[in-house]
C-alpha cells in the first residue's frame, strides 16, 4: 500500500511507530490490531479513487465498513 501512494502521489507519510490500537467487537468475538495511518497530500480529492482504494483495503485486511 504504501508504495501505490508513493507512487500515485508522488510521495506518502506513514506513520508506523504510532501507539494505536484498533478493537473490534463481534458479537461475543473481540479483536484487537495494530493500526498504521498513511498520509498523502493532494490539490484536489479524487472521491471515486479514495472510495476504491477503501474498498480494497476493506478486502485485503477483511475488515467491515
Same mark, same amino acid.
Not at 473490534?24 to 490490531?33: F, L
Not at 495494530?34 to 480529492?45: K, N, R, S, T, Y
Given at each position: 500500500m504504501k508504495e501505490d501512494l508513493a507512487s500515485r502521489f508522488e510521495g506518502v507519510m506513514a506513520y508506523?511507530? %504510532?501507539? %494505536? *490500537?484498533?478493537?473490534?467487537?463481534?458479537? *461475543?468475538?473481540?479483536?484487537?490490531?495494530? +493500526?498504521? +495511518?498513511? *498520509?498523502?497530500?493532494?490539490?484536489? +480529492?479524487d472521491l471515486p479513487d479514495w472510495r476504491k482504494r477503501r474498498a480494497g483495503v476493506v478486502r485485503r485486511e477483511r475488515q467491515a465498513l
Open positions: 508506523l511507530q %504510532a501507539p %494505536a *490500537e484498533g478493537q473490534w467487537q463481534d458479537g *461475543e468475538q473481540s479483536s484487537k490490531d495494530d +493500526i498504521v +495511518i498513511f *498520509e498523502v497530500m493532494v490539490d484536489d +480529492i
